[in-house]
Nanobody, 119 residues
Framework: QVQLVESGGGLVQAGGSLRLSCVAS????????LGWYRQATGKQRELVAS???????NYADSVKGRFTISSDNAKNTVYLQMYSLKPEDTAVFYC?????????????WGQGTEVTVSS
């Protein structure tokens, strides 16, 4: 029904920046919650940042002041701008979107984009 494609990951040195993008395959659906998760090797997947359709944002304490989440509904895209990257940010980042329809929640995941931060 919905496919999400992430891009923008790569290898960067500590202190560098990256911008991740997530594009939805269809434009006829609206989403109530959009977010980015990450999963490091041997660790559980964790929420990094989220944004609601109303523009409210939340961030993990570890990324506050360094990461910014935003969305462009006209382009069916959610972004994660990352500054001052640290080696501990190294992980696979996943896009997640959720929608509420007739009292039911639906969610979709991207395949992930890898971010590696070298010291």
């Amino acid at each position: 029904q919905v496919q999400l494609v992430e891009s923008g990951g790569g290898l960067v040195q500590a202190g560098g920046s990256l911008r991740l993008s997530c594009v939805a395959s269809r434009s006829d659906l609206s989403f109530n919650m959009l977010g980015w998760y990450r999963q490091a090797t041997g660790k559980q997947r964790e929420l990094v940042a989220s944004i609601t359709s109303g523009g409210s944002t939340n961030y993990a304490d570890s990324v506050k002041g360094r990461f910014t989440i935003s969305s462009d509904n006209a382009k069916n895209t959610v972004y994660l701008q990352m500054y001052s990257l640290k080696p501990e940010d190294t992980a696979v980042f996943y896009c997640n979107v959720r929608r509420l329809s007739f009292g039911h929640w639906y969610q979709y995941w991207g395949q992930g984009t890898e971010v590696t931060v070298s010291s």
